[in-house]
């Protein structure tokens, strides 16, 4: 009999959300969906995750995971249809547990402590607890699996937990991490709220915040400041944007807080009135009393309660890391079109919302996991994916995201990327990266790195040759990575390499962008 399994329910509609996928909102910079998913990998059991067979949205956002992803042609018909798919491929496990995918508040701890209460008594039905509620996650013993299989509607196994109420234990969890689903628009707004109130009593600084997201939970009140014209140096670039509220707080920065205090007091004014308003400061400003430090000028266009339908689109539409951007009209109304570069066209401002680089990272050894922690540090979106145990560990205890995946030599793990993502491998037994490479020069990944010597650079490029590989896919393999004279030392290597594909991302969006006009 094998360990435990988990299975992760993501096969709903998300009828309730009017048009949103609550699964695909954003949770700590990533999918909902690949969040949760991420608490039950990181517990090293095996994972499963049912999802609708029509939805490459949610698919995509697995991607990489090591994940047994089940797609259901029969999801209209509820829990049980994903509960039944989980048993098919768990019928020899010591338990299934049973995990929602739309209870933000689940840890990886959470669920570890649930996997400590089966391993102690293998008999018992156990059920998530916030004081005396009980909830989710629920662990089956596999005694009971068998009678899973009988149910039928979308009522979970309600009936099974009844029939066995004196196998039933409760594991606590903290607060209301057991209880807390989100199931509207209103629900993800209030806790989107309640987060980001926790983050600003914990320290975090306003201008590290969202400004579109913040502006989804509060349309009504709020006020988006955004940078369209720059005029000689400047501490943001043209697109820049904060939203600003109507009881002074924010979110996101355009200054140093230079500017923020009057914007404030412009943006009420906005608000009041409903009209666009059009500020300039530094060179060029009628505020002779506000001067900006770098010496350039920067205009700033207030729009006052941005539609909330628009805001609701862009936060699906970021989920899906889908290319696109957003027009600013004089008269304050938003539109959405396909990719177009920030700057202006006729008498509308364009603010391209090109997805954030993220990093997919294969590889194993101190390397990878330095590179890994600097990602986690900065902010960026990423995954390691390795086939050492030690690895894994390693990375999961400095909070990364990670997936062990035991692939042998000559095989590939799950890889998709797109134009917005980096992809970097850190093997020392370099046969191990050759089908990762050949994959990833096939995707359309803005950067493909990998480490070594330029010894093994120049055997990596004949052994990737042998297997097909083209000139012009290879002449976009990075390698040697980062800075030679710091590849003796991880940490230093793993920053000069995360320098290097930032500057690539940089210099790749400064090429297709607009230039901005003169003021």
């Not at 509960?83 to 570890?112: F, V």
């Not at 994959?439 to 480490?451: D, E, H, K, T």
Request: with cysteine; aromatic share 6%.
């Amino acid at each position: 009999m094998t360990e435990l399994v988990i299975l992760v329910l993501a096969a709903g509609a998300s009828q309730r959300m009017r048009g949103a996928d609550k699964l695909l909102l954003c949770h700590s910079g990533l999918p909902h969906l690949r969040h949760i998913a991420l608490q039950a990998v990181a517990t090293g059991r095996r994972v499963l995750v049912t999802i609708p067979q029509d939805n490459p949205l949610r698919r995509a956002a697995l991607a990489g995971l090591g994940v047994s992803i089940l797609p259901l042609h029969a999801h209209g018909e509820g829990m049980s249809a994903s509960i039944r798919a989980g048993l098919e491929m768990a019928q020899d496990a010591s338990g299934l547990m049973i995990l929602p995918a739309d209870m933000p508040e689940i840890t990886q701890d959470d669920l570890n402590r649930m996997i400590t209460a089966h391993k102690a008594d293998q008999n018992a039905i156990l059920r998530g607890a916030s004081g005396d509620s009980l909830g989710h996650p629920v662990v089956f013993p596999a005694a009971l699996l068998p009678q899973l299989k009988t149910m039928a509607g979308d009522v979970g196994a309600r009936e099974i937990i009844q029939k066995h109420q004196g196998l039933v234990k409760p594991v606590p969890l903290p607060a209301r991490h057991a209880t807390l689903d989100l199931d509207t628009p209103e629900d993800w707004a209030d806790w989107y709220a309640d987060r980001a109130a926790q983050a600003l009593m914990q320290g975090e600084h306003p201008s590290l915040l969202d400004p579109l997201q913040a502006a989804l939970l509060r349309p009504n009140e709020a006020v988006l400041a955004v940078v369209t014209r720059v005029s000689g140096a400047s501490y943001r670039s043209a697109g820049a944007m904060m939203c600003l509220f109507a009881d002074g707080t924010s979110a996101g920065g355009l200054t140093n807080g230079c500017i923020e205090g009057d914007l404030a007091t412009h943006a009420r004014t906005a608000l009041r009135d409903g009209q666009v308003h059009c500020l300039r400061y530094g060179a060029g400003s009628p505020f002779f009393d506000i001067r900006l430090p770098c010496g350039g000028g920067i205009e700033v266009t207030l729009y006052p309660r941005p539609d909330p339908n628009i805001l609701a689109q862009i936060a699906k539409l970021r989920s899906g890391r889908a290319v696109f951007s957003i027009c600013f009209s004089q008269n304050g109304r938003l539109a959405l079109d396909g990719p177009c570069a920030t700057g202006w066209k006729g008498d509308a401002f364009w603010v391209d919302l090109s997805p954030a680089v993220q990093l997919h990272i294969y590889g194993e050894g101190p390397e990878a996991v330095f590179f890994a922690r600097l990602a986690q540090g900065a902010g960026i979106a990423h995954h390691l994916v390795t086939p050492s145990e030690a690895t894994f560990a390693a990375t999961m205890q400095s909070g990364c995201t990670a997936s062990f995946v035991p692939y042998a030599t000559g095989t590939a793990p799950d890889l998709q990327a797109d134009s917005r993502t980096a992809i970097v491998t850190f093997f020392h037994d370099h046969d191990r990266e050759l089908p990762i490479l050949q994959r990833a020069l096939q995707s359309p990944a803005f950067y493909i790195g990998a480490q070594g010597s330029r010894r093994v650079a120049a055997q990596r490029s004949q052994s990737l040759r042998d297997m097909g590989v083209t000139q012009t896919d290879l002449d976009r393999l990075h390698g040697p990575i980062g800075s030679q004279t710091a590849s003796r030392h991880p940490q230093t290597l793993a920053a000069t390499v995360l320098a290097e594909i930032l500057e690539k991302s940089e210099r790749g969006t400064a090429q297709s962008a607009h230039p901005n006009p003169q003021f």
